[in-house]
C-alpha cells in the first residue's frame, strides 16, 4: 500500500508540473502576442535598489520609452540613458558627463526589453505564485536567462495582471544577490513622439568620454 500511495503521490507530482508548464506556456504566448504588437511603450516607474551585502536601500523615480528594436531612453534624476540601437549614451547629471559606447545586448535586459518581446527566446519561465489582491489575479513569473553568460542577472521576476498581462511589478536580481526592483506606475502603448528621442543631445559645457573606437 504505501508503494502504491508512493507511485500514486509521484504520478500526480508530474501531472501538476505538466499542467504548469502548460499554463505557463499558455501565459507566454499571451504575453508575447499582445506585446509583439506594441511599437513603443512608455512608462512611469519607481526604482528601488537593494544591496545585499551592505543592506541599504535607496528608491529614485524615473520614466523609460521602450521599443522592440532596442531603442530605449531611461531618465531619472540622477541620469539619463539613451540608445538607438547602435549607439548607446550615459549622461550622470552629478558629474557633469556623457559616456558614449557601441550598444550592447546585454545592457537590453535592465530596460523591460527583451521580457516583454522576447521572452521565449531569451528566457525559461516558471510560474512562481498567483495571487488575487482586489478580486484580479496577479501572476508572479520567473524568469532565467537561457545564456547567462550574456545576462548580468541571475533571475528577474514579473508580476502581471491575469488576461490583459498589464505590467505592475519587475524585480531583477543579480549574482551577488541584489536586487533592482521596478514598481509600475503609468504605462502608455505606442504615444506619439518623436524619433529624436533615442539620440542623445549633448548639453554645452558637458564632459565627453567616448569609448567607441
Do not use: C
Not at 504566448?29 to 499582445?34: E, G, P, S
Not at 520609452?65 to 550622470?92: A, C, H, I, K
Not at 549574482?175 to 554645452?204: C, M, R, T, W
Amino acid at each position: 500500500m504505501k508503494k502504491l500511495y508512493f507511485i500514486g503521490l509521484i504520478i500526480l507530482l508530474s501531472l501538476y508540473q505538466l499542467d504548469a508548464k502548460e499554463d505557463v506556456d499558455q501565459i507566454i504566448k499571451d504575453i508575447q502576442n499582445k506585446y509583439k504588437k506594441v511599437e513603443l511603450m512608455h512608462v512611469d516607474f519607481k526604482q528601488i535598489n537593494r544591496f545585499k551585502l551592505t543592506g541599504l536601500e535607496n528608491e529614485i523615480y524615473g520614466t523609460l520609452w521602450v521599443t522592440q528594436n532596442d531603442n530605449f531612453r531611461l531618465e531619472t534624476e540622477d541620469q539619463v540613458m539613451v540608445s538607438d540601437g547602435e549607439s548607446f549614451w550615459r549622461y550622470n547629471k552629478l558629474e557633469n558627463q556623457v559616456l558614449i559606447d557601441y550598444a550592447k545586448k546585454s545592457q537590453q535586459d535592465v530596460f523591460l526589453n527583451n521580457f516583454l518581446f522576447k521572452i521565449s527566446d531569451f528566457y525559461y519561465t516558471q510560474i512562481v505564485s498567483k495571487t488575487k489582491p482586489d478580486k484580479i489575479n496577479i501572476y508572479e513569473i520567473k524568469l532565467t536567462p537561457k545564456n547567462p553568460d550574456d545576462s548580468f542577472f541571475n533571475h528577474i521576476k514579473v508580476w502581471l495582471t491575469d488576461k490583459n498581462w498589464d505590467l505592475k511589478r519587475v524585480v531583477y536580481v543579480d549574482v551577488n544577490e541584489n536586487e533592482v526592483e521596478y514598481l509600475i506606475g503609468k504605462i502608455e502603448i505606442n504615444p506619439q513622439v518623436s524619433a529624436d528621442i533615442f539620440h542623445f543631445k549633448i548639453p554645452e559645457g558637458i564632459e565627453v568620454v567616448d569609448l567607441r573606437f
